[in-house]
């Protein structure tokens, strides 16, 4: 869904089964990239009420990669968030309020979670879990 005047552009290549991406753009000029390979992946992004957002999103490497998860909510203008999640069972949840934030996420393995929330101008999280059972709140 991408109501905004102009300028938003979204790009989604899945390879494998049962994978997900619902992207909502409701601005300008808003990115958003999902790149899912494997089964079972969702990624779900909603760059809402703001200009300039981009959202990038690669879940898998390899078909026995599965069941990854993102969520990444972007209110406000020119915001960022990269994922990368290799391995299966891997989830990020992102939030970002404000102006000018920037959120990256890399996780490889299994079962690992990162759940963060971004309020205001200029932050930065840069989040980066290896191995199994890892979790960042």
Known sequence: DQ???EGNV???QQTGWFNE??????????????????????????????VGNIANVVQGDD???NANQVDVDQLGNFNQ???TQLGSLNTGDIWQQGDL?????DQDGLRNYAGNAQYGTENQITISQSGNNNATV
Do not use: F, P, R
């Open 81 to 83: 968030v990269t994922v």
């Open 21 to 50: 991406a619902i992207i909502n753009q409701d601005s300008e000029e808003n990115v958003a990239n999902v790149d899912q390979t494997g089964k079972n992946m969702l990624a779900t992004i909603d760059q809402s009420n703001g």
């Open 63 to 65: 078909a026995l990669d």
């Open 101 to 105: 934030n920037t959120y990256t996420l």
């Open 10 to 12: 979204a790009t989604i």
């Open 3 to 5: 109501d905004g005047a």
